[in-house]
């Protein structure tokens, strides 16, 4: 008896042992670059909203000292210095932050720039699902937040099935995302096509049309579907503008009472591929399948 | 005030007292550019950063913000500011018309087309990736001039007007295919945008480096054109008769001009005004004489840009506005000002 | 030393405009040429510029074939008053008229003193002197010809052009701008003159050319060539000649109109 639970004593330690990271820690960026982080990291700055997500999500919030404009989630990283965005940023700022690992996106050149000053960036910006549980992964190491990486992966993972299970019984809801009045909407490809798939919903756009594409009116009236989220809500879009279109009178969604306008909360939970995911799974779930969830 | 400098004739065409004063103006407002920024550093930090950096010691974040950003950065709007304004002056002058401006002959929208190709390509070509913005900007605005210059070719002339009309076309034709990229690849749209509208965010010693080689020919090859550029002005047959090979130069100029457009815009976007308004004013100032003309608007453009993007730093920090909506914020109604000076003048 | 063109045939496109000209010009003389509209008066000037080429027949200068001259060559010789003048704004009249030693400095060399001289004397002559210092914008319009002359005096061509340089002035200025001219020819120069008035081009031409569809009609001085059957042919209306001293005067008929 006593054996065996020493063995499960030696085992939970090599497992944890086995979870912590080991410094120095070589990794590649998206943008093929080699980092090399001397220990844990304990002043992160954070370009991307996601990012920011995820580096609360692992626990670390407190070595956060730096974020873009945009980051707004958890609450307390609204108190800590804004650095502009990816694409305007405010480096002389952020370099007098002196910070020990910069997270930011491969396409807008900052990366470049803050390897010439010798500072540590990861660039990526996870877009899909799948992309984004990888990327808790490295983050996990990176920060020495193994442990913390995979629980939060296995609470989406848990959220994003349990959600599956019940929606396999149920019809699947076509839904009409609207991005914005000209109207833009997603496809089955993008990030917001596959959440909606996972919570028992399809896009009426097709693999076809592309994963941003600028959809003809028309094509929505015959389309015909049952559910629209105006993700343009926050920006003026409102309920009875989108029923008075040409056409829309007679479309399922407005008899219905299921053209449903999102708030700003809500769009960021949709958009940010982060820790986040589950909660937009679970969001998704509910506006399509009203009273199962 | 313009009008009375112009009166006083004479005694201001000729000497060096204009250009010294004007280097002096760019110098202090390097210095000020210097010390201001969105992380406060004491004046006496600037210098003792300055100092250190000179003696070729670098440490801590102070020498940091000093040497590797704050000094790239305004020297960068110093060398953009003074091709705009060179390139604009030329262009003027082969032109003979005071609205013309650097981004006459498509330069401008050749180079957003090229970075755009980039900004959303880059993750499906590597090679995209290898090449970068700039340089695809670069080559970019130099190809779409060449496709301009050859489109508007009628003999062995290259008429004004014909090159005009080229450079609106084919200027027109790539900002709406820049506009469709950026409708095409949404998530991509904020990233070329703001590089569209021009900044000096990611300046460089890279960059100053750039520009160098291509900024120092054509300034010298600009001064020397000086007396072609005022016989020009009588119109292209008077010049011919004078012995000046009109299209020769014209092909010359016209070359020069848009390698320093060309270098001026694929490190800072696409910045408005400087090229059009600051050798306008200069002229008002200074008068026509293209031998003085070209040095002080390459001075003068300098200085224009590194206020402006002191501004564009300053005003609502720590966001950053880019630099190309504060000049065409200040150029736009200073244009408007200097065309009522001169139509009540004339 | 002179000007020749022997049998000049020169045009536009599929078109000759000038089918035979022949004309000499020898320092010391005015020459004056005539001729109604589509004469080629104006085809005759670009060929001298060399904006046309020579398509049949001959144009020599000082000997040599007109082509053979490198631009600035042919500037040192040749200097041209052009019917409209374009003045650029902010400079002044010494700046406009020292671009007329463009030919001989080239584009890079700087001014010397005999540059400064032509430039003064050619200022003297057309009485500008006193305008040096203006800007070419506030000059009135006989002002304005005067300075361009000056720009071409300045060039010390041996052959001066000028292409209908009285058109839009005042009746003194038209005036003015010949008895210049007449003034430097005295002192070596030789002057071709497009104009369109014939009483003008009787008192201040030694000799005429008279053209009409592309070839000579008449040449020689005012008196002999301008007679009363020849203008009315060559123009279409019936005139009287009067002999006024040894210059004809021209007076059309109205009566018969």
New interface residues.
């Given amino acids: 008896m006593i054996k065996r639970a020493m063995v499960l004593v030696v085992l939970l330690l090599a497992f944890q042992a086995a979870l912590a990271t080991n410094y120095p820690l070589t990794v590649r960026d998206q943008l093929g670059h080699e980092l090399t982080l001397p220990r844990a990291p304990t002043h992160i700055v954070s370009m991307i909203p996601s990012d920011t997500e995820t580096v609360c999500a692992l626990g670390a919030c407190d070595a956060l000292v730096g974020v873009d404009a945009f980051s707004d989630w958890p609450k307390q990283v609204a108190s800590l210095p804004h650095l502009g965005n990816a694409n305007a940023p405010d480096i002389e700022r952020l370099v007098a932050l002196k910070p020990d690992l910069v997270l930011t996106d491969e396409y807008s050149g900052l990366a470049a720039r803050l390897e010439q000053l010798g500072i540590p960036v990861y660039a990526g910006t996870p877009q899909t699902y799948q992309g984004a549980l990888d990327f808790l992964g490295v983050m996990g190491r990176l920060l020495d937040r193994q442990t913390a990486a995979a629980l939060v992966r296995g609470r989406i993972e848990g959220q994003v099935a349990a959600v599956a299970a019940k929606v396999a019984k149920l019809p699947r809801v076509s839904v009409f995302v609207e991005l914005d009045a000209t109207p833009y909407s997603v496809g089955p490809g993008s990030y917001l096509g596959t959440l909606l798939e996972k919570a028992g919903g399809r896009t009426i756009v097709t693999r076809a049309m592309g994963e941003y594409p600028q959809v003809d009116p028309e094509y929505v009236v015959q389309q015909d579907p049952q559910v629209v989220l105006l993700m343009d809500a926050p920006y003026g879009q409102t309920v009875a503008k989108a029923e008075a279109r040409p056409g829309w009178s007679g479309l399922r969604a407005v008899r219905d009472g299921r053209v449903l306008p999102l708030d700003q909360q809500q769009v960021d939970i949709l958009s940010r591929a982060g820790p986040r995911m589950g909660d937009a799974v679970v969001l998704l779930a509910k506006l399509l399948h009203p009273g199962h969830f | 005030m313009a009008r009375a400098l112009?009166r006083q004739?004479?005694a201001r065409?000729t000497g060096p007292g204009p250009l010294l004063v004007s280097g002096l103006a760019l110098a202090i407002v390097v210095v000020a550019a210097i010390s201001v920024g969105s992380v406060r550093v004491l004046p006496g930090a600037v210098l003792g950063a300055l100092l250190d950096g000179v003696r070729g010691h670098h440490s801590g974040t102070v020498d940091t913000i000093v040497w590797q950003l704050r000094l790239p950065r305004v020297l960068l709007a110093s060398l953009v500011g003074a091709s705009l304004a060179l390139a604009g002056a030329t262009f003027q002058g082969v032109f003979?018309n005071p609205l013309a401006d650097p981004y006459l002959l498509g330069a401008a929208s050749g180079a957003g087309f090229g970075a755009s190709v980039v900004l959303v390509f880059a993750g499906a070509v590597p090679w995209l990736a290898h090449v970068g913005v700039g340089w695809a900007a670069f080559a970019c605005a130099l190809a779409t001039v060449a496709v301009v210059a050859l489109l508007a070719r009628q003999g062995r002339g290259l008429p004004a007007v014909s090159l005009i009309l080229a450079g609106v076309v084919l200027g027109s034709s790539l900002s709406a295919a820049t506009s469709f990229l950026m409708l095409a690849a949404r998530d991509r749209a904020a990233g070329i945008l703001s590089w569209l509208l021009g900044s000096f965010a990611f300046a460089s010693w890279d960059r100053v480096a750039a520009m160098l080689p291509l900024l120092v020919p054509a300034v010298l090859v600009l001064l020397?054109?000086g007396?072609?550029l005022?016989?020009m002005?009588?119109?292209d047959?008077?010049a011919?008769?004078?012995?000046?090979?009109v299209e020769a130069?014209k092909l010359i100029l016209l070359a020069t001009a848009t390698l320093a457009t060309a270098a001026a815009v694929s490190v800072a976007g696409v910045i408005g005004f400087v090229g059009l308004v600051v050798p306008h004013a200069v002229?008002l100032a200074f008068?026509?004489?293209h031998v003085r003309l070209i040095p002080l608007s390459a001075v003068w453009g300098a200085i224009f840009l590194v206020l402006a993007d002191l501004c564009a730093r300053t005003v609502l920090a720590p966001a950053e506005i880019p630099v190309g909506i504060v000049t065409a914020l200040v150029g736009g109604p200073f244009f408007l000002l200097l065309l009522r000076r001169q139509r009540s003048g004339? | 030393m002179s000007l020749e063109i022997r049998a000049l045939r020169a045009g536009y496109g599929e078109q000759d405009v000038l089918r035979s000209c022949d004309l000499r010009l020898e320092p010391g003389e005015v020459v004056g040429v005539v001729g109604p509209n589509g004469a080629g008066k104006s085809t005759l000037v670009r060929v001298l510029?060399?904006?046309l080429p020579v398509r049949g027949g001959s144009v020599s200068v000082d000997g040599r074939p007109l082509d053979r001259f490198g631009?600035?060559e042919?500037?040192?010789k040749m200097?041209?008053v052009?019917q409209l003048?374009?003045?650029?704004?902010?400079?002044?009249v010494r700046?406009?008229v020292s671009?007329?030693r463009?030919?001989h400095?080239?584009?890079?060399r700087p001014e010397r003193d005999e540059d400064r001289r032509a430039v003064e004397a050619a200022l003297r002559t057309t009485d500008t002197l006193r305008l040096a210092?203006r800007?070419a914008?506030r000059l009135s319009g006989g002002e304005r010809q005067r300075v361009v002359l000056a720009r071409a005096l300045a060039?010390s061509p041996r052959y001066l052009l000028l292409d209908e340089p009285t058109n839009h002035l005042d009746l003194r200025y038209q005036v003015e701008v010949l008895a210049f001219t007449r003034r430097e020819v005295q002192r070596g120069m030789a002057a071709l003159v497009v104009l369109h008035d014939l009483n003008l081009a009787a008192s201040a031409c030694d000799r005429l050319v008279v053209l009409q569809e592309g070839r000579n009609v008449a040449e020689g001085p005012p008196a002999r060539v301008l007679t009363a059957p020849l203008v009315s042919r060559v123009y279409g209306t019936d005139v009287e000649v009067h002999a006024l001293g040894t210059r004809p005067l021209i007076v059309p008929r109205f009566d018969r109109a």
């Fill in positions: 112009a004739g004479a065409r003979r020397l054109a007396r072609a005022d016989v002005q009588l119109g047959e008077s011919a008769q004078l012995g000046v090979p130069v002229r008068g026509p004489r004339s | 510029t060399r904006r631009r600035l042919l500037a040192r200097a041209v052009p003048p374009e003045l650029p704004a902010g400079y002044t700046e406009l671009m007329g463009t030919p400095l080239g584009l890079l210092d800007p914008t060039q």
